[in-house]
């Protein structure tokens, strides 16, 4: 689909609410399987996020993320650590260089953790699991400074400077 260039065919008025709610016209759209149908057409162009087909490519709105990570599996620990997600449109995305977590700060200076599903399209990992993944967090020294972060698939996801950790 990433290779697939059709028209841009404009905006349609189709939204994913920050809570992860498809909407169409206004309304909800309440069958999963719908959802999850939309979501594999679902691609983040430069300007904008494109549901894609081989003969056009229009526009929709995406509020913060286009998933949330809904269920999280922890095996392991320290170095051999794997986290699993699965998102709210069923993939399942293990953490690793080719699915990072990155963090970001939200209104209120909390934190909010995302992680990549595919290509540029990310989850936004819901709350209480958002606590979960945090408190496997540990501090490590990297280039000379102090990261507080996370160990999953063989990386090391920094989440703050250890000062701002506290």
């Known amino acids: 689909m990433e ?12 939204r994913i609410a920050a809570d992860g709610t ?3 016209m206004g309304t909800p ?3 999963p399987a719908l959802v999850r149908l939309f979501s594999t057409v679902l691609r983040k162009d430069p300007e904008r996020y494109v549901l894609v087909t081989p003969v056009e490519r229009v526009g929709i709105t995406v509020e913060d993320a286009p998933f949330l990570a809904v269920e999280m599996a922890v ?4 170095a051999a650590r794997e986290i699993a997600f699965r998102t709210n449109v069923d993939d399942l995305v293990r953490v ?3 699915h990072p977590l990155r963090f970001e700060q939200d209104r209120s200076g909390g934190v909010k953790p995302y992680v990549r599903v595919r290509a540029d399209l990310w989850a936004l990992v819901t709350r209480a699991l ?7 967090g540990e501090e490590r020294a990297i280039d000379g400074d102090l990261q507080f972060g996370v160990e999953a698939g063989g990386a090391f996801f920094p989440i703050a400077p250890a000062s701002q950790a506290q």
């Open 3 to 14: 290779r697939w260039n059709p028209a841009y065919c404009g905006e349609i008025d189709m």
């Open 22 to 24: 498809w909407h169409y």
């Open 29 to 31: 759209i309440n069958r």
């Open 75 to 78: 095996e392991g620990s320290d």
């Open 96 to 98: 690793g260089p080719d």
């Open 130 to 136: 958002a606590l979960d993944l945090i408190a496997l």
